[in-house]
């Protein structure tokens, strides 16, 4: 069973931009994959367990950009 969660990321301009949150977001246990538009921040991660948001928004916060809200 697999779980999506949806978040969306500011700061985000470029392709490497987005390389750089999905490898953070990415080296989380249990991601299973990592989706980005970057046209609109939106970030769907995709795990075999629930992932807290707190780990997910350090993920974002250790690439060098921040969830909105």
């Given amino acids: 069973m697999s779980a999506t969660s949806t978040?969306?990321?500011t700061g985000m301009t470029c392709d490497h931009c987005v390389q750089a949150v999905?490898?953070?977001?990415?080296?989380?246990?249990?991601?299973?994959?990592v989706d980005i538009d970057l046209a609109t921040g939106r970030v769907a991660v995709?795990?075999?367990?629930?992932i807290a948001a707190t780990?997910?928004?350090a993920a974002v916060d250790e690439?060098?950009?921040?969830?909105a809200g």
């Fill in 22 to 33: 999905k490898t953070e977001i990415g080296k989380i246990d249990g991601v299973t994959g």
């Fill in 46 to 50: 995709t795990s075999g367990t629930d």
């Fill in 55 to 57: 780990d997910i928004a």
């Fill in 7 to 9: 978040y969306t990321v």
């Fill in 63 to 67: 690439a060098g950009y921040e969830i």
